[in-house]
């Protein structure tokens, strides 16, 4: 009976120990892969608030400078053709056709033309 092996004894305060120290490590590294995406994310909505930021400040200076007389003469001349009394307005040839294809001859326009009359002070 001597040649007789023990059978090893498993302690069970020891297994439940070591799954719970298991379990343990599991929650720790999914926890700190958790925060490690959190930050990633709060870096981005960091930046992405200074982009934003920056776009109101220049957005601010445009609305500022929409009330300034100089900037109202700048669109009326650019955006609608506008002249001041006493100005000639020159439009290009291409300038004219790049803009829907308006040109200077044809029925519509000499019809149009016939119903003004030069003024003899301009």
Do not use: C, W
């Not at 070591?18 to 700190?32: H, Q």
């Not at 870096?43 to 920056?54: I, K, N, P």
């Not at 300034?68 to 000639?88: C, K, N, S, W």
Request: proline fraction near 4%; charged fraction near 25%; hydrophobic fraction near 45%.
């Amino acid at each position: 009976m001597a040649s007789e092996r023990k059978k090893p004894r498993i302690n069970k305060n020891r297994m439940i120990a070591f799954f719970v120290a298991i379990f343990l490590m599991v929650v720790l590294v999914r926890t700190g892969a958790d925060i490690y995406v959190l930050k990633k994310q709060q870096a981005e909505a960091v930046s992405q608030r200074t982009v934003l930021e920056e776009q109101v400040a220049e957005l601010k200076e445009q609305v500022e400078n929409m009330n300034t007389p100089e900037y109202v003469e700048q669109q009326a001349r650019d955006l609608l053709h506008m002249i001041m009394p006493g100005e000639i307005l020159y439009i290009p040839k291409e300038h004219v056709a790049s803009a829907g294809g308006l040109t200077t001859t044809g029925s519509a326009f000499d019809a149009l033309k016939s119903k003004f009359k030069p003024s003899d002070g301009i």
